[in-house]
């Protein structure tokens, strides 16, 4: 089968040239000329690839114009194509018309750097409110992050449904429990919802541009701050992007411990999630017991990591400490413990019929609208979607310790919720199996300094999905973009999709089996 | 059910005494939070957390709180959905811009008297995001602040002693 790259050499008519001073070698990049940006795009869906990310990048520091960037994925391959803008005309034909999620990349990309989608049917900000100025770009090497903007009168217009009997329920920011802030605006009929639009953006810290004002070092700590419950997944997203542009190599112990802690992260999550579904749905009994499952875990990171979410736990070239024999066999009899409750729970869960009655055909995302809408992670696997950077994308130890990766096909609630225990099983069984092989030797090796103007990428499966993170060096060899996709920022177009024609209350429990982050969305 | 009835019994009571890191005795300031809650709050603290741009690592302990080892339902504290109905706002931070108005509204939401706590190394000054275009910083710099409660993130245990310590400050 011919890759992506081959694909697009052959069938583009105009030149792919490939760019240098990329890492690692195994994604490749390539640049268009900024005409067939769309062109590309074309070609690449009509061979089944996957819009995965698209962003841009100032790069005046490096003598260039801006660059825009998007990143393609096909089963185990990913591709980057690029174009360069110049700085007086920084336009580009939108990826709109072929993808979906290019739609809320590019209003970002439109918003924070100033760079225009050509085609793009919504002018309206993203991630940027109405009462910022309309011309601070914050990406731009122009704009000066540390001051404070002005606020500026405007309003955001939000789509609206319209008819007899169409009434409107705006939820948020502050909304209902413990939870990061968010804007929903429902239409519905009765008691359907006829439409839902999403606003996100409040929790906007500025991450991308903080990045550029950080050493390499310095930087893995804010990676692990994008999303607080991610922060194993992203600091080593970050970490892994770093090392393949530094050449370093990772010695196969810190490997080996990165894994057991991306796993032990998955766990904690999934239990939390699995008990939240069940509370919405009033079984209450459910949310009580994982969660005490998970706070046993957390004090046992506590107790062999340092910190209850194992925060900056991986750092550049390694992790901040290794696992020793004795560890290893706290983690062991631990995964008993928590693998003979776990399964009590289970049968519990699948033998409650008023939880099935609740869960089964709620929030329905069809395979074909999970494709279509570019869905990744666990959100894509209970829609039938095959996809899963462990396998696809694998690094060590996964290239050695093959992952079963359960997919389901309903797409609904109950698949999602089921998609969990399963992932649950399977991470408790490849824990076991990496302590097992688990290598002896160092904790971390020294991580250089990256050479002028080059790039890395890294994708990396967190619990929620895949998390790419794309770093470019600037000319002294300091960061000049850090790219943050979190899988949120795929998959909450997907809670607008699955939610119509469901009831206003069953929202909530929609929203629990995809539990996007707002942090990693809003960067 | 039976299945339910006996998970139930056999996983017993797990709620523990909270584990506050000071060498005083723990009972007695467990005791003591209870006592305070009881004479001042009628026997309820009810608390609104408000999520003002935080990467939700604040709210992930906050919710263990609740969890049956904390279970801070015994000693009288509860968290409410609406800012009215609040006696305590538990903002986490640091406060975005995009934010700052809805933290204001829900600050004048709530009845006074009121006590605010700044959760977390962000909600103290802005932590590693510091200051900037998107970064207000610190919850000090948007609405008056009670106490603050360090961490990234503070334990549950941390929550527990921070809202005892701004009870006491406060009586």
């Not at chain 1, 429990?177 to 500025?206: S, T, W």
């Not at chain 1, 079984?283 to 875990?297: N, S, V, W």
Request: net charge negative; glycine share 8%.
């Amino acid at each position: 089968m011919k890759t992506l790259l081959e694909i697009l050499t052959a069938e583009l008519d105009a030149p792919v040239s490939p760019v240098s001073g990329t890492f690692p070698a195994t994604v490749p990049v390539c640049s268009v000329p900024r005409e067939r940006f769309a062109e590309a795009a074309r070609l690449l869906k009509r061979a089944g690839a996957l819009l995965a990310a698209e962003w841009a990048s100032d790069e005046t520091h490096l003598g260039r114009g801006f660059g825009v960037y998007a990143c393609y994925r096909r089963d185990s391959g990913y591709l980057i194509v690029c174009a360069a803008l110049p700085l007086d005309d920084p336009s580009f034909p939108s990826l709109t018309r072929r993808f979906v999620p290019a739609y809320r990349f590019e209003r970002q990309m439109h918003s924070l750097m100033g760079v225009v989608p050509d085609g793009h049917l919504d002018p309206r900000p993203w991630i940027k409110f109405e009462d910022w100025p309309e011309d601070a770009f914050p990406l731009r090497k122009t704009f000066d992050g540390s001051q404070a903007l002005p606020r500026v009168a405007g309003e955001y217009v939000f789509g609206k449904a319209e008819g007899e009997g169409i009434y409107e329920i705006p939820v948020g920011p502050v909304h209902a429990g413990i939870i990061e802030p968010g804007h929903f605006r429902f239409q519905a009929m009765g008691e359907d919802i006829i439409n839902l639009e999403e606003r996100l953006g409040y929790v906007h810290k500025g991450i991308e541009k903080r990045f550029e004002s950080l050493s390499w070092q310095e930087a893995a700590r804010l990676a692990g701050r994008v999303s607080g419950d991610t922060t194993v997944a992203h600091s080593l997203a970050y970490c892994m992007a770093l090392e393949a542009m530094t050449g370093c190599m990772v010695p196969d112990h810190a490997q080996w411990v990165r894994a057991v802690m991306l796993e032990r992260e998955r766990i904690a999550n999934h239990l939390g999630d699995i008990g939240a579904i069940c509370n919405d749905v009033a079984f209450a009994f459910m949310l009580y017991q994982t969660m005490r499952l998970k706070e046993t875990m957390l004090r046992t990171n506590k107790e062999i990591f340092g910190h209850r979410f194992m925060m900056d736990c991986v750092v550049p070239g390694g992790v901040a400490a290794g696992l020793d024999a004795q560890y290893k066999a706290v983690i062991l009899e631990e995964l008993s413990a928590v693998e003979d409750e776990f399964e009590r729970l289970v049968m519990i869960f699948d033998e409650n019929s008023s939880l099935e009655d609740r869960t089964r055909s709620t929030g329905i995302l069809s395979a074909e609208e999970a494709r279509d809408l570019g869905m990744t992670g666990l959100v894509a696997r209970a829609s039938g979607m095959q996809l899963d950077c462990r396998k696809d994308f694998p690094f060590a130890p996964y290239d050695r310790i093959p992952v079963n990766i359960p997919v389901m096909s309903a797409g609904d609630v109950h698949a999602r919720a089921w998609v969990r225990i399963e992932e649950v099983r399977e991470s408790l069984r490849l824990i076991r199996e990496m302590i097992s092989t688990m290598p002896k030797g160092q904790r971390s090796a020294p991580v250089g300094s990256p050479a002028a103007d080059t790039t890395g990428f890294a994708a990396v499966e967190g619990w929620r999905g895949e998390i790419i993170y794309w770093l470019q060096s600037g000319p002294k060899g300091e960061i000049n973009r850090s790219m943050v996709r979190d899988p949120s920022s795929l998959c909450w177009i997907g809670l607008e999709r699955c939610v119509l024609g469901n009831i206003v209350p069953d929202f909530p429990l929609c929203n629990k089996s995809f539990n996007q982050s707002y942090s990693g969305n809003d960067v | 059910m039976i299945r339910i009835l006996y998970q139930i019994l056999r996983t017993g009571i797990k709620t523990e005494p909270v584990d506050l890191p000071a060498d005083t005795d723990i009972r007695e300031i467990g005791a003591e939070l209870k006592a305070i809650i009881d004479r001042h709050f009628n026997g309820s603290l009810t608390i609104r957390q408000v999520d003002a741009g935080s990467c939700n690592g604040c709210e992930l302990e906050i919710h263990a709180m609740n969890n049956v080892f904390y279970n801070c339902e015994q000693y009288g504290i509860h968290f409410t959905a609406s800012p009215r109905f609040a006696d305590m706002l538990l903002v986490t931070g640091p406060v975005s811009r995009n934010m700052e108005i809805a933290l204001k509204r829900t600050y004048n939401s709530t009845p006074a008297p009121k006590l605010v706590a700044a959760v977390g190394d962000c909600g103290r000054d802005g932590g590693i995001f510091g200051k900037s275009y998107a970064s207000l910083g610190g919850i000090h710099e948007v609405i008056p602040v009670d106490a603050v409660i360090p961490g990234c993130p503070p334990s549950p245990a941390d929550l527990l002693g921070g809202i005892l310590k701004l009870l006491k400050n406060k009586q």
